[in-house]
């Protein structure tokens, strides 16, 4: 096998399994799949350029991940990713840092995750128009709706911050930057996991003391990890869709 295709082979069948955990099994890409996805494509890609005496290829499943992850954490902090999502944007990054697809507009990507980004963020674009409006119609939010916190289960992500601040309980919309003035944290809405069993049951007995007003707003996220892999795959196989749209509405020769 060409050792060059070889991150292919190997970032597909994690895409393929990340999107069936995120759609069929309770919304959590595992950590056994995307840490170690991240490590073996790093270590591939030393492995790699020790072999050919090449620093700078060696270095590149390293480069690679630093780029996903600085990227994915962003969108993290903006609330629109977990952290699942983080890490298996990671991975790909370490597998395919770059990547020459057989047809496309340009010879190749040397920043693929950026590709593999915008790919995704195309091809969901759709779909969550789609169902923003289906949701709209219902009378619904689109990604937030308001529920009674004796209703809370475990896992439920919510929407707002939750703390105690000696005996006082307070709650606001989080910000980018998150103070941590907290003397214990309730709920939090930057945990991929949603709320804990412990928390659950201490909303709700604040409720029941009446120190907490029986609301609380939740997530209603969207599996992003299916578009990732979406994205995926197509820059695998023609590239950059941006371009390719650019192509079809401007004229370009492709």
Not at 63 to 83: D, H, P, Q, R, V
Not at 133 to 156: H, N, P
Request: with cysteine.
């Amino acid at each position: 096998m060409n050792l060059e295709l070889f991150p292919v082979f190997v970032v597909v069948p994690v895409a393929l399994v990340a999107s069936y955990w995120d759609l069929c099994r309770g919304r959590i890409i595992p950590d056994w799949l995307t840490l170690r996805s991240i490590f073996g494509g790093i270590l591939f890609h030393a492995f790699l350029g020790l072999v050919r005496g090449d620093l700078t290829l060696a270095c590149f499943g390293g480069i690679g991940a630093l780029l996903s992850f600085g990227i994915a954490y962003l969108l993290w902090l903006t609330g629109g990713w977990a952290g699942g999502d983080v890490k298996l944007f990671t991975a790909f990054g370490a597998w395919v840092p770059s990547y020459s697809p057989p047809h496309s507009l340009f010879l190749g990507y040397p920043l693929f995750p950026l590709t593999i980004l915008f790919n995704s963020a195309l091809l969901s674009l759709p779909a969550i128009c789609i169902f923003a409006m289906i949701q709209k119609l219902r009378g619904r939010g689109a990604f937030y709706e308001e529920v009674k916190i004796t209703e809370l289960s475990e896992g439920d992500i919510p929407a707002e911050l939750i703390y105690l601040s000696g005996e006082e309980v307070r709650r606001e919309r989080p910000s980018m930057l998150v103070r941590g003035k907290w003397d214990k944290l309730l709920a939090h809405p930057r945990r991929a996991a949603g709320l804990t069993q412990e928390q659950v049951r201490e909303l709700k007995s604040l409720v029941e003391k009446g120190k907490l007003e029986n609301k609380i707003r939740i997530k209603k996220g969207i599996p992003f990890g299916p578009f990732l892999a979406a994205g995926l795959l197509w820059g695998l196989a023609l590239g950059d869709l941006y371009s390719l749209l650019l192509s079809l509405l401007l004229g370009w020769p492709r």
